[in-house]
């Protein structure tokens, strides 16, 4: 079948040569030889495979919400304290004292009134992560299949191919974690401490945390040859990184070892400026040192990802 | 800038090791003139993908020098990749992309500007026959189709110099034939000097001005396809002779481009180096003596002797190994989708 595609093909191939014109002289002016030239074209491609596919788009997005629904709603640890079988017996508290109490206690302890707030928070951190760490992937592909020889061989700058890699990933990440926010408001998301700027500034502290992973994945899966390889690597790594951070539970119920790894965790600080930010909830770090620890892990992870990178696509 | 020399690739004792152990390529040189189409031979693994990227910068080499363009492959690797075009010998499109998206996207990455990239991109689409398919994925593509349009992204820098690997392999006859046109047509319409590698022997005989057979990581003949032809001692005329008791050894070497005469009765196996001008020269020669001749046959040498004489190899032998990795690498790639 395909040949007879291919034979009809080059029966106007012969044509198309025959009646071609005499040919004007080929000169290479207007080239953009500047260092960034076909950064947007390496980071549209790979956002094409993404947006141009719904489906694959709406299963990216299944996981997380079903995290949403099953954490936040099915085992909602917060009616723990607060649907009434919480009680000393002997003492018949009256029903809006114990109400008050709970409310208390799941202030205090979760810095929100309801669990399901709490969560969705930590569910952008969690799709920003896990994107984050996917399209690290796609390179191992292109390697693969000849088709990072085919952009190493063109003037684009070595640079603009992990650039392009890492924003795509970005924007990604990024869209995801929208997406999330808004299917969590119908969903029972607490909107009363919402602001323009809460939101912008919550995303620019997801920002940070997913270029430094994103930088972080890439510089991994540029090192490994198979895809199994990449794909053991990153399951080695995500539930502990997610686990051990403040994204599900906050750390306060947590032993103290593994406070001390959600204390280096960026997707603690994430969450952390996400919760102060949406939910009005006291951090258990300041806002600024949220940023500025974010900051930090960003800029070291994508200097280091792409000299590492860049190195490893020069040698 | 440009070293100072008139050839368009300059490659000296070029050698690239692979995993410490590997001589992959082992001191090659030779040059290439702007204008001509050069042909890389040799058997699997004789090291030519491993000189196209080393020449392309994909690759470093371990040691000797190259100069691309003018620009030497190691300090200069920009300038290198920016002059040149490069057919690779996998498929290396975007199966998720259009044909002239793919094509455009190369543009890209050659820093053309979209608003020449897609007349540019239209245009040798057309060349290569691909314009009904232009806006169809790639992966309903055939092979074929893909081969020519790897041509197409190929072009799209409009490279002074295109490096082809194994432009026709697995395509059909007509398809090759195809390609061997668009081949000829970029020298002899655009002045493009074409480096490639191929396994078809007579063709790469038709089409190339010079030829480099290269195994083992070694140059071991370079010439034009008539000096390697040549090289093996010239034609062979087979002569009969009605009249077999007389030995005409003698009388036919006097013949100025015999080069050596063998008798067996009647008949005479003659090596002169223009087999058709020999011929007539002998024939009038043998009849002014008054012998009468019965049949003769002048055999050119083929570049599939010369293939054998050079590399001890059969191309034949290798053909079958080799459309049976085709088949290999066209289903991993589907399979990924
Ligand atoms: N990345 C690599 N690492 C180690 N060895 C390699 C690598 N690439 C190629 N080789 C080896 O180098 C030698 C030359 O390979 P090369 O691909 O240049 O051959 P070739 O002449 O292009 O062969 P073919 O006709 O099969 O395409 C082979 O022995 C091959 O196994
Ligand atoms: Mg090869």
Redesign the interface.
């Known amino acids: 079948m395909?040949?007879n595609?291919?034979?009809s093909?080059?029966?106007?191939?012969?044509?198309?040569?025959l009646v071609?014109k005499?040919?004007k002289k080929?000169?290479?002016e207007?080239?953009?030889?500047?260092p960034l030239?076909?950064l947007?074209?390496?980071t549209n491609?790979e956002l094409?495979?993404w947006y141009?596919v719904p489906v694959l788009l709406l299963l990216s997005l299944i996981q997380p919400v079903i995290w949403l629904g099953l954490f936040g709603k099915a085992f909602n640890i917060g009616s723990i304290f607060t649907d009434g079988s919480f009680n000393i017996p002997g003492l018949n508290i009256p029903k809006n004292v114990l109400d008050q109490l709970s409310a208390q206690l799941m202030q205090s302890t979760f810095g929100t009134t309801d669990y399901f707030s709490f969560l969705a928070v930590g569910m952008l951190s969690f799709v920003t992560l896990f994107t984050a760490m996917f399209s690290g992937m796609s390179i191992v592909?292109d390697r693969r299949?000849?088709?990072l020889?085919?952009?190493?061989?063109?003037?684009?700058?070595r640079g603009a191919i992990v650039m392009g890699k890492i924003l795509s990933s970005v924007i990604r990440s990024l869209a995801q974690a929208a997406i999330i926010l808004v299917i969590a408001v119908p969903l029972g998301m607490d909107v009363g401490h919402f602001s323009v700027l809460g939101i912008l500034g919550t995303f620019v502290a997801l920002f940070l945390m997913t270029l430094g992973f994103s930088a972080l994945f890439l510089m991994l899966a540029l090192r490994s040859n198979d895809w199994q390889s990449q794909m053991a690597i990153m399951n080695l790594l995500n539930l502990p990184l997610l686990f051990g951070s403040n994204a599900l539970f906050p750390s306060s119920i947590m032993p103290t070892w593994l406070q001390d790894f959600v204390k280096i965790n960026p997707i603690s600080y994430a969450t952390d400026a996400g919760r102060q930010l949406l939910l009005g909830a006291p951090g258990f770090a300041s806002l600024n040192f949220d940023f500025i620890y974010l900051a930090g892990f960003a800029i070291l992870f994508t200097t280091i990802g792409i000299v590492m990178s860049w190195r490893l696509l020069t040698? | 800038m440009t070293s100072g020399n008139d050839f368009i690739i300059d490659v000296k004792d070029l050698t690239k090791v692979y995993n410490g152990s590997l001589r992959a390529v082992d001191g090659v040189s030779f040059e290439v003139n702007e204008g001509e189409i050069f042909g890389f031979l040799g058997p699997n693994g004789a090291g030519k993908t491993t000189t196209i990227k080393m020449l392309t910068t994909l690759l470093r080499p371990t040691s000797g020098s190259a100069t691309v363009c003018g620009y030497d492959v190691r300090s200069h690797p920009n300038d290198v990749r920016a002059s040149v075009g490069i057919v690779p010998q996998e498929y290396t499109s975007d199966e998720d992309m259009t044909g002239l998206e793919n094509v455009m996207f190369c543009g890209d990455l050659y820093g053309v500007p979209r608003s020449i990239s897609k007349e540019r991109a239209k245009e040798l689409l057309d060349l290569v026959g691909l314009s009904d398919a232009a806006n169809r994925k790639v992966q309903t593509y055939s092979g074929g189709m893909r081969r020519r349009l790897e041509i197409a992204s190929g072009l799209i820098n409009h490279p002074r110099l295109l490096f082809l690997d194994e432009p026709t392999l697995g395509l059909d006859v007509q398809t090759r034939t195809a390609v061997w046109e668009y081949i000829k047509k970029l020298k002899e319409d655009y002045g493009m000097t074409l480096f490639m590698t191929t396994h078809y022997l007579e063709e790469a005989d038709g089409i190339c001005d010079r030829i480099a057979i290269i195994d083992h990581g070694k140059i071991v003949k370079l010439g034009t396809p008539s000096e390697l032809k040549s090289s093996l001692g010239g034609d062979v005329i087979e002569v009969g002779v009605r009249e077999e008791t007389d030995d005409l050894t003698p009388l036919i070497q006097q013949c100025p481009s015999v080069k050596d005469v063998r008798r067996l009765n009647s008949e005479y196996r003659i090596k002169a180096s223009m087999g058709e001008e020999a011929a007539p020269t002998i024939i009038d020669l043998i009849r002014t003596k008054g012998y009468h001749v019965t049949k003769i046959m002048v055999t050119k040498p083929t570049m599939d002797q010369v293939y054998l004489e050079y590399t001890g190899k059969s191309i034949r032998d290798e053909e079958a190994d080799r459309a049976e990795m085709m088949r290999q690498r066209i289903t991993i790639r589907r399979a990924r989708n």
Request: aromatic fraction near 10%; charge should be positive.
């Open positions: 395909s040949d595609i291919n034979s093909d080059s029966d106007s191939g012969q044509k198309a040569v071609q005499p040919m080929w000169g290479n207007r080239i953009d030889r500047s030239h076909g947007w074209a390496l491609r094409e495979k141009k592909w299949f000849g088709f020889d085919k952009v190493l061989s063109t003037p684009v700058s040698k």
